[in-house]
């Protein structure tokens, strides 16, 4: 009741400005000025960005479309059109209330001219204002059509287009978990599922960690997915942090899932009787209790490395293989490549000096 009160009010003071401007041709010269400065109709729409703008006396053109549903219906008969293409798809607010008193009436389209489509509208913003405003999400490189209708006053006024810039709510997934043979790079990690629940353009941070759930920046890292070119010795997680660009620091940014990067424990191996390298027979394993027969043996294809290795006294390996690196034996514990042989002899100058193809056939 009180808003169709001021209506009428508001009808009454129109009736007043008009019977004035007929007996002052001055008035309505600069009125009728005014008028034709304006986009009257949807062809004529403005193109318009964000930021605050000026629409002038809405009294002339007969293009108001009529197209958006209201609480309180009726039709206009006049409007003032705008277009808005955002640049980043996101949330924005299209508004008269931050800038007029001004009963104002706003609709949002999308489509063409000739075949437009209600997006979003609002008569009064509420509490008490009379002024519009929407909130919605706009596509990036969508044309939206902005009408102000003379509804309720032909009143000029300032409204203002507003991206909200938030951050997303939800991290997205990365994959995946893995396990690597020791001093290996680690399979590329790939996005199954993007953050959600933001308004802006997303930029991303991704993390390692050896002590999780402590994480650090790995420089560079800023793309959805990522390639990990360093090689890993012992377990290690990853992660991915997003924020939109608008953000003013990564503060409120949102984690992803944590995937781990599991390495294959360094394989104990010794000689239980003559044989050849490569068959596994000739070796038993450390399954951290006990030594057993595992059906393995060192340098086994597609096996990681490396391997500890210990040759028994009076073991005579029948065959020999080409081990991966180069290796010389020596008494003692041998870590110049991918085997660390232990050589366990009681005679120790059978084993100085020498190449490992010296001693891959024949007894030690």
Known sequence: MEKLTNRLWQAMLIVLAILHISHGSSHAQINNITSRSEPETCAEALPVSLGVHTTGPINSGNGASNLCTFPISGNATHARWYTFTPAVSGNYTITSALHTSVDTRLSVHTGTCGDLTCFVSNDDVGSGSFASEVTADFDAGTTYYIEWDNRWSNSSFNWSIIFNCINPVTGGEIAGNQTVCFNAVPSPFTSISLPTGHSGKLEYQWQISTTSPTFADIAGAASETYTHTGTITQTTWFRRLARVDCAADWSDAVASNVVEVAVNPIKQFQTRQDGDWDDSDTWEQWDGFEWVNTGDYPDKPGDCWPNEVEIRHETTLAS????????????????????????????????????????INGTL
């Open 320 to 359: 020999s293989i080409t081990l991966p690196g180069s290796l010389t034996l020596t008494h003692g514990v041998i870590n110049t490549g991918p085997y660390a042989l232990i050589i366990n002899s009681t005679d120790a100058d059978a084993i100085q000096g020498g190449s490992t193809s010296s001693y």
